[in-house]
């Protein structure tokens, strides 16, 4: 789908692993559903500047470079992470200009803030309320 500019949404309900640049340049993209989702590859959403809303699921156990640089400076995206355990990530995973917040289970806050390469957003992270 990269560089899809017609697409709006989409749900994939069987999927483990999105490859790299797999909705990379879709910028009219704003809801994607992916609950199996094991693996996000590398520049999975970037450019996807009006996606200002992704929640990971907690079978995402790795999420490459670049992956989740989505939204802009005026659409600034909101992150929910499901999972207990932080996914692996690398320092370069998120644009952080383009972060809102990252949202983790109540009572995960400073195991996420502490993970490997999870300092860089740590100012971003906030627990659920719910």
């Given at each position: ?42 520049s ?78 740590a100012?971003y ?6």
């Open positions: 789908f990269d560089s899809c500019t017609s697409l709006t949404s989409i749900s994939i309900p069987n999927v483990t692993s999105l490859d790299g640049s797999a909705f990379r340049r879709c910028t009219s993209l704003t809801s994607i559903s992916m609950p199996s989702v094991t693996s996000i590859g590398a999975a959403f970037n450019y996807c500047s009006v996606l200002t809303s992704l929640t990971i699921p907690s079978t995402c156990t790795r999420i490459w470079a670049g992956a989740l640089k989505c939204g802009s400076s005026t659409n600034r995206c909101t992150f929910t992470f499901e999972g207990t355990t932080p996914p692996s990530i690398e320092t370069t995973t998120f644009n952080t200009s383009y972060i809102n917040k990252i949202i983790v289970p109540a009572g995960c806050g400073e195991t996420y803030k502490t993970a490997t390469n999870w300092t860089t957003v100012d992270i906030v627990e659920a309320t719910e």
